[in-house]
Nanobody
Framework: QVQLVESGGGLVQPGGSLRLSCAASGNIFSIYAMGWYRQAPGKQRELVATIANGASAMYADSVKGRFTISRDNANNTVYLQMNSLKPEDTAVYYC???????????????WGQGTQVTVSS
C-alpha cells in the first residue's frame, strides 16, 4: 500500500556530513508526519527527528543543533541533513510515515527498510 525508499547512507569521518532522503509512494492522499529513527547494535530503536503538518520539527536532544529535518509535501519526501557527525551517530536509520491516509480513506503507518550510517575514521 505504502512504500518508503531511503537513500543517502554511507561511511563518513567524524565531523563530516550526510544527507538522507526518504520518498513515500503508493495510493497516498496525505501524510500527517514523517520522521527518522535509528537503531544502533544492541540498542533499541530511538527517535531522531520528526516533522508533522502544521507543527515545528522535533529532535532528540543528542542531535539538536547538528541535524535538520525537512519535508517536501508535494512529493511525499522527507530529508535529514546530518552535520558534525560523531561515532555515536552510527546506526541504521529508518524512515517513518505516520497516519498515512490512502486514497481509499484507509489510515496506516509505514517504515522504510533502513539505511546504514557509519561514522568512523
Amino acid at each position: 500500500q505504502v512504500q518508503l525508499v531511503e537513500s543517502g547512507g554511507g561511511l563518513v569521518q567524524p565531523g563530516g556530513s550526510l544527507r538522507l532522503s526518504c520518498a513515500a509512494s503508493g495510493n497516498i492522499f496525505s501524510i500527517y508526519a514523517m520522521g527518522w529513527y535509528r537503531q544502533a547494535p544492541g540498542k533499541q530503536r530511538e527517535l531522531v527527528a520528526t516533522i508533522a503538518n502544521g507543527a515545528s520539527a522535533m529532535y532528540a536532544d543528542s542531535v539538536k543543533g547538528r541535524f535538520t529535518i525537512s519535508r517536501d509535501n508535494a512529493n511525499n519526501t522527507v530529508y535529514l541533513q546530518m552535520n558534525s557527525l560523531k561515532p555515536e551517530d552510527t546506526a541504521v536509520y529508518y524512515c517513518n510515515a505516520d497516519r498515512v491516509r490512502l486514497v481509499s480513506n484507509y489510515l496506516t503507518n509505514a517504515w522504510g527498510q533502513g539505511t546504514q550510517v557509519t561514522v568512523s575514521s
